[in-house]
């Protein structure tokens, strides 16, 4: 009986994790930060639509059959997340509900993968409290059903640091430069995003300068070195110049914002958007008992954490306006709260994870699921499109078109145009003979 129970508790819990996530799933792409599902959407639609020679693998906004542009390439970010959309539109269809299963999918892989990594290092009991926390953290909810780099990189991430952890344990030898799992997987996640290779110097962090990390960092250049090129094929060497100072505009301080604007901002996401206040509670406690944990979960946590912070602290400009960058702390923050949780009396930490996944519910509701208005203006655009226009006309704009649900959902081009008298204007395509 009690064996049997000790597979139902989790059991019931990625259950109730799954419940929370479910409402939406086929609506629109309405609430906060759904661009990244359109964006990666859109681009998943050209890459069937056009084929990969067309789209060059990367990301293509080009819409309705027009000619692509150059400017129609994205590659500030790499072309995987469309790649692995367009294999899942071309098997179920392309949908709302088939993009967030396809994240859903990665979330809850993440989600089961620290479940087990931190069951079999520490004990069941905080292996259940990080699965509680890490199911029900709202950041986790409602960023785990949303296509972005950040959601499909992290299951690789958790793979990575546990085989780096377990080889630790034994002590193990026979791969000097890194075992060739530990190799792939820092190529993968290196491939899906830039922001991936940090991984490597929050393993330094984490477990020192050893020399079994120098395959895995190997692995992260040339997958670099990869899509640098890529960029290079697409838009030259002017392309790879301007991703640099992409990168550095994304690094530094806009003007008028402050290093205590910037932590404030950190802060406010952490604990009224991501993680819920009670969170930091946990996390105070956890790392004041961190010399407590197994030594190789302490590693391992700590990586987590340096990979998390070096991501928002070396980007800090665009973190102030991605609150879900955050999204790299979930495990760390996860692990140190289910190590606090655990030193507390049994009765005190049940109701402090009744008051947690109150103030999740809350979070969801107010922050997540009814507030539906962030892109009303393209939406509007979209309306006046389908009812007006012809499928080559270009959409005239006065105010800034701030994502791709436009050009997703109306399948043509829009422009902004401030200089207008109406709202909306159409621009008809003058046919050559």
């Known amino acids: 009986m009690k064996k049997k129970l000790l597979i139902i508790i989790p059991v019931i819990i990625i259950l109730s994790a799954l419940l929370i996530r479910i409402p939406r799933l086929n609506s629109k792409f309405i609430g906060p930060n759904e661009s990244d599902n359109v964006m990666y959407s859109l681009a998943a639609r050209n890459n069937l639509r056009f084929g990969y020679l067309a789209t060059k693998a990367t990301n ?34 392309e949908s709302e509900s088939v993009t967030r ?57 958790i793979l990575l640091l546990d085989s780096i952890g377990t080889n630790f344990e034994k002590d193990e ?7 060739p799992l530990e190799i792939i997987l820092a190529f993968i996640i290196s491939m899906i995003d830039y922001g991936g290779t940090l991984i490597i110097p929050a393993l ?9 990390f120098i395959g895995p960092a190997l692995a992260a250049a040339v997958a670099n070195l990869f899509l640098f090129l890529q960029v290079i094929y697409i838009k030259g060497f002017y392309g790879l110049i301007n991703l640099f100072i ?13 290093w205590s604007d910037f932590l404030y901002s950190q802060f406010q996401y952490f604990s009224m958007n991501g993680f819920t206040p009670i969170v930091l509670l946990f996390l105070v406690i956890g790392i004041i008992f961190f010399g407590n944990m197994n030594k190789i979960m302490k590693r391992i946590s700590a990586s987590f954490a340096a990979w998390g912070l070096l991501y928002i602290f070396i980007f800090r400009e665009a973190a102030v306006v991605h609150d879900f960058w955050q999204y790299y702390l ?3 923050v996860a692990i140190f709260s289910a190590n606090a949780l655990s030193r507390m009396p049994r009765w005190l930490a049940l109701i402090l994870l009744l008051i947690f996944m109150d103030q999740s519910v809350r979070i969801l509701n107010r922050r997540y699921y009814s507030d539906t208005g962030w892109y009303a203006y393209e939406f509007k655009a979209i309306k ?17 078109v701030r994502s791709q649900h436009p050009a997703y959902y109306g399948d043509r081009r829009f422009q902004d145009a401030p200089y207008i008298e109406t709202e909306f204007a159409i621009l008809h395509k003058v046919s050559s003979r």
């Open 101 to 157: 299963i396809v994240a859903l999918l990665f979330s809850f892989s993440g989600i089961i993968l620290i479940y087990l990594m931190v069951k079999r290092r520490e004990n069941y009991l905080v292996g259940i409290f990080t699965l509680i926390l890490v199911s029900f953290f709202p950041i986790s909810a409602w960023y785990g059903k949303v296509a972005s780099h950040v959601v499909i990189i992290l299951p690789f991430a």
């Open 330 to 332: 979930i495990p760390s």
């Open 384 to 400: 006046f499109a389908l009812e007006n226009a012809k499928d080559d006309d270009i959409i005239l704009c006065r105010k800034p």
């Open 246 to 258: 992409k990168a550095s505009h994304r690094m530094g301080i806009k003007e008028g914002l402050t």
């Open 204 to 212: 330094l962090l984490g477990f020192g300068f050893r020399r079994r």
């Open 60 to 93: 293509c906004f080009a819409v309705g059959t027009d000619e692509i542009k150059l400017d129609d390439y994205y590659t500030n970010h790499s072309g995987v997340l469309p790649i692995v959309l367009a294999g899942a539109f071309s098997i179920f269809g």
């Open 173 to 179: 030898m026979k791969w000097r430069y890194g075992t």
